[in-house]
């Protein structure tokens, strides 16, 4: 029976992959081994069978047995141990969630409804490395793979409205302890239905400049305000984060020559799902009804909302989405510069497709 190691399922992406293998009786059919960085020897988690107790995720000794190893502990655990463990001639599959090893040339950013195509010759060929892609642009792909699969695709810009969860659990907390003291420090004027909106607006911005405002992690209120600015700065202008969106994309779909790929990435004060306003400069008219009914027919996750305030506000939302795997697509429409140009807004958990659920599925195909 093949042996699993996984690494880093205690954290927030690991424990999502970890509610969704058990969901999905996703530790069938394998060994399953449970390390970690800091508490080996202690008991492994509840699977629904018996497990080892808790092996050294630094014992590249013992993950050298491994068949496959699933990672969602982070880049630097990767920088570390990865090398070592290659140096002693392993040869398994490595799934990680983490970017380190993303844009090697021996690495695959998987996507399986997205580029299945891509893994199954990748795996024919012996790639070892399969790695999960940055969340927007994974969220991206899932809402308009159908785009780029029937050639459509000039160019593409992505504004994005990107979650706290993205930068972290910690960055979480921080979100909703700020929401809190807002709500505080304006509690008694909202009592009274007779105060003055611009007292109760005075009073929260005194709270967010406070000395007491909690920005330890992101350097700034985010609650009633937005960040934008997403991971370090480029030479080109850009932050990471929006440099990702073009060479990850084309990366995870392969192209032969670079579609161009750009926006500015914001972080909101949404907990876990990202958002993203689409422009693209399409390379032919088609049909509006046409691109709905491609985009809805891409996969099994993709849904298009009606173009109407009740639809948007029902099923177009971060809080619309979260916790779940739907993707939905909604505002479809042409732009006013011309019958090419079409925009679009999505929606999608971050933590989901955004990260746990394509090493889930890639671990799922290098099982087969
Ligand atoms: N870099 C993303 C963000 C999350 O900051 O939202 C990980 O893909």
């Given at each position: 029976m093949l042996k699993v190691a996984f690494i880093g399922?205690?954290?927030?992406?690991?424990?999502?992959?970890?509610?969704?293998?058990?969901?999905?009786?996703?530790?069938?059919?394998?060994?399953?081994?449970?390390?970690?960085?800091?508490?080996?020897?202690?008991?492994?988690?509840?699977?629904?069978?018996?497990?080892?107790?808790?092996?050294?995720?630094?014992?590249?000794d013992l993950l050298a047995g491994m068949d496959i190893i699933v990672t969602c502990q982070g880049s630097g655990y990767t920088q570390k141990v990865y090398p070592e463990l290659r140096s002693k001639g392993w040869n398994g599959y490595w799934i990680d969630a983490a970017s380190a090893l993303r844009m090697a040339d021996d690495s695959i950013i998987v996507l399986d409804p997205v580029n299945r195509k891509i893994i199954d010759q990748a795996l024919a060929d012996g790639v070892k490395n399969f790695i999960g892609g940055n969340c927007t642009v994974s969220l991206m792909l899932m809402a308009a793979g159908a785009l780029f699969e029937n050639n459509l695709v000039e160019w593409m810009t992505s504004m994005t409205y990107q979650a706290a969860s993205g930068s972290g659990a910690k960055n979480m907390r921080e979100l909703v302890s700020q929401m809190?003291?807002?709500?505080?420090?304006?509690?008694?004027?909202?009592?009274?239905?007779?105060?003055?909106?611009?007292?109760?607006?005075?009073?929260?911005l005194d709270a967010m400049s406070g000395e007491d405002f909690p920005v330890e992690h992101f350097g700034v209120p985010l609650a009633g305000s937005l960040i934008p600015w997403i991971d370090s700065a480029m030479e080109s202008g850009q932050t990471k984060e929006e440099w990702k969106g073009f060479a990850e994309t084309n990366k995870i779909l392969q192209t032969d020559s670079p579609i161009p790929i750009d926006g500015i990435c914001v972080r909101i004060g949404a907990m876990r799902s990202h958002s993203q306003a689409i422009a693209v400069k399409l390379t032919r008219d088609v049909?509006?009804?046409?691109?709905?009914?491609?985009?809805?027919?891409?996969?099994?996750?993709?849904?298009?909302?009606?173009?109407?305030?009740?639809?948007?506000?029902?099923?177009?939302?971060?809080?619309?989405?979260?916790?779940?795997?739907?993707?939905?697509?909604?505002?479809?429409?042409?732009?006013?510069?011309?019958p090419e140009y079409l925009s679009f807004f999505t929606a999608g958990d971050q933590l989901l497709w955004g990260a746990a659920e394509p090493i889930r599925r890639m671990l799922n195909i290098a099982l087969e």
């Open positions: 399922w205690r954290g927030m992406v690991g424990s999502v992959l970890m509610d969704r293998m058990r969901a999905e009786n996703g530790f069938e059919g394998f060994e399953p081994l449970f390390a970690s960085t800091s508490q080996a020897g202690q008991a492994g988690p509840d699977i629904g069978k018996p497990v080892s107790p808790l092996a050294d995720a630094h014992d590249t809190k003291i807002i709500g505080q420090s304006a509690q008694d004027l909202m009592a009274d239905p007779a105060s003055a909106i611009l007292d109760i607006d005075r009073r929260v049909p509006v009804d046409e691109i709905a009914g491609m985009i809805g027919a891409a996969n099994d996750w993709v849904e298009t909302v009606p173009n109407t305030k009740q639809d948007t506000l029902a099923r177009l939302t971060p809080a619309a989405v979260s916790g779940t795997l739907s993707v939905p697509v909604g505002r479809i429409r042409k732009m006013n510069m011309g």
